[in-house]
């Protein structure tokens, strides 16, 4: 089952996505967003930006990725770029590529860079999303990485600048798969969660970091989504809805914030990394 290194590098067909305030709202109520432009509808949470390009990731994962692996995936990492703010009105047409890939006796990952522009072609978000596949090792590296982001450790000897605490609410995946037109079923079958060898219903990875983002913007952005440049984070272990969070943040330097997030003393987002201007 090799993986497709002939269809790195190309663009999958644009899709259409019209942004509005109605969408917005929801979302920000999925997330437990307390943004009141984000809860009002005037300007999207940065985590919405995956609302638009989630029709054409999967093609371009599948360009690359045999079919059969599929049941093995999870999502690894996201590195989001924000050029301005998502705004209701939008016209957005976001497209996708396959950029590189790298096997290890763990597992292979795939890294898909998505962008999403205005209709006079302004580019508005982009982002790199990297897939995990457990025990299938690919043997090669091919392509482009995203870039790093990895916490600087040095950081733990230094207090935070905030520590910010949010509950997982029972029915959040329930509420955040409509909002964000994630249907995956390991987030809404108990029984389909547990064949794939899970505990349960897990919460979905990027419902987990819209918490977080709102903790971010909230401490050490006064809120102003607009400031917000550049979120990545990895997905470290999964997080069960009715579960308590603890997100942490360090200055790190000329605008540069890392974060990481907590269940107890489990590390759940790890090499966090926000930058505000």
């Not at 990731?57 to 590195?79: F, N, T, Y």
């Not at 597992?107 to 209709?119: A, N, Q, Y």
């Not at 909230?218 to 979120?231: H, S």
């Amino acid at each position: 089952m090799p993986f497709d290194k002939s269809a790195l590098g190309t663009w999958g067909e644009p899709e259409r996505f019209t942004v509005t305030a109605e969408r917005i709202a929801a979302y920000a109520e999925a997330t437990n967003d307390p943004i009141p432009a984000h809860r009002a509808g005037d300007v999207a949470p940065p985590v919405f930006a995956v609302v638009p390009v989630f029709n054409v990731l999967l093609p371009a994962v599948l360009a690359v990725v045999p079919v059969e692996l599929a049941m093995r995936v999870l999502h690894g990492e996201q590195d989001f770029r924000f050029h301005r703010p998502i705004l209701p009105g939008d016209e957005l047409l976001s497209r996708a590529r396959p950029i590189g890939y790298r096997g290890t006796p763990k597992g292979s990952t795939l890294t898909v860079h998505l962008e999403s522009r205005s209709e006079a072609g302004e580019l508005v978000a982009e982002q790199w999303v990297t897939s995990f596949f457990r025990k299938y090792d690919t043997g090669e590296a091919v392509g482009e990485q995203a870039a790093e982001h990895a916490f600087d450790e040095s950081l733990r000897g230094t207090a935070p600048v905030a520590k910010v605490a949010a509950h997982v609410d029972d029915d959040q995946t329930f509420r955040y798969s409509p909002a964000a037109g994630d249907p995956m079923p390991i987030h809404l079958d108990e029984d389909i969660a547990k064949l794939a060898g899970l505990p349960g219903i897990i919460a979905h990875g990027l419902c987990m970091l819209a918490f977080a983002s709102w903790a971010v913007l909230t401490e050490v952005a006064d809120a102003d989504t607009a400031r917000l440049r550049r979120l990545s984070v990895r997905f470290a272990k999964p997080v069960l809805p009715g579960q308590d969070l603890a997100t942490s943040i360090w200055a790190a330097g000329d605008g540069r914030f890392a974060y990481e997030t907590t269940v107890g003393d489990t590390v759940v987002l790890k090499d966090g990394l926000a930058e505000i201007v």
